[in-house]
């Protein structure tokens, strides 16, 4: 049985100062352990292919395969044969400052911002002359990301952008897709991180709500037209998602995994499973 997922953090990645981004451009060959992060990712294959584990289930990735992983997302590479990826790291505290109109922008949102899909790692097919304008884009952020980071912050954020940007257009001309505004609200995004931190903790809507010092009516609005879901719903999902990886990846009781995402009732445990 494997270990729990390993927790990557930000912290250790970016600078204490300036933008929270980061590339790097790794060569895999065989296996990678399994882990999460607590910032996005965005994962491009340029050469090689592996199998991609997630939560979603395996799937092969290949030339031009992109991933993009949200908070909390766990994944690994299994029998990599020369995986040459490009990852693409920031913070999520871009989406509340220098890029927090990515949220409302009908191209853009559905890559940064999460929803009852992004439950699992959003993954989509670049073309060649997409594959060739994000490596542009990430090889000058590569090459800039440890200069002055003050100084080069209207470069990091631009570099940021242009990769979005060609991976939101070829995103939305994916067939069966489509790429639509997520109006949001940052909220929202206060109310997903508040559980995600504590997911064991016996939630209720006045608690999120006075945590916040949002209206309890106004939150549940703002939630479901953001994902669909009540902020109840959204946490039961996500429990569940973090039930299923500590089922599959360590030898831990029932009872035990239950109560660390916040189900103490072994039987119902059992049922939501079932």
């Known amino acids: ?17 300036g933008t929270p981004v980061h590339v790097n451009r790794p060569i895999h060959r065989g296996d990678t352990p399994l882990h999460q992060h607590d910032f996005i990712e965005i994962a491009l294959v340029v050469k090689g292919h592996a199998v991609h584990r997630s939560i979603a289930g395996v799937t092969t990735v290949k030339r031009g395969n992109v991933v ?14 020369d995986l040459h990826l490009y990852n693409c790291c920031f913070g ?32 989509f ?7 060739a304008t994000c490596q542009r884009a990430l090889d000058h952020l590569h090459d800039i990301q440890h200069a002055d980071r003050i100084r080069a912050r209207a470069d990091l954020v ?18 069966g897709r489509r790429a639509q505004a997520d109006a949001a609200h ?13 997911l064991a903790k016996e939630w209720s ?13 106004h939150v549940i609005r703002l939630f479901r037209r953001r994902t669909g879901l009540t902020p109840m719903n959204w946490l039961a999902r996500r429990r569940g998602e ?4 500590l089922l599959l990846t360590t030898d831990l009781p029932i009872a035990t995994i239950g109560k660390q995402v916040g189900w103490h009732d072994a039987n119902y445990f059992a049922r939501r499973f079932r």
């Open 92 to 123: 999520t505290q871009l989406l509340q400052r220098e890029l927090a109109w990515l949220i409302s922008d009908p191209l853009l949102a559905p890559l940064v911002t999460g929803g009852t899909a992004r439950l699992t790692p959003l993954a």
């Open 186 to 198: 940052p909220a929202v995004t206060s109310v997903m991180e508040l559980l995600e931190a504590d």
């Open 242 to 245: 973090q039930a299923a990886v």
């Open 68 to 81: 993009i992983l949200h908070p909390g997302q766990w994944h690994a590479y299994e029998r990599c044969h």
């Open 125 to 131: 097919t670049l073309d060649d002359a997409g594959i």
């Open 158 to 175: 631009g570099g940021l952008l242009l990769t979005l940007g060609e991976l939101a257009r070829q995103f939305g001309q994916t067939p």
């Open 1 to 17: 049985m494997e270990k729990a997922p390993e927790r990557l953090v930000g912290a250790k990645m970016f600078p204490p100062v």
């Open 205 to 217: 809507l006045d608690d999120v709500a006075v945590r916040l010092g949002l209206n309890r009516s």
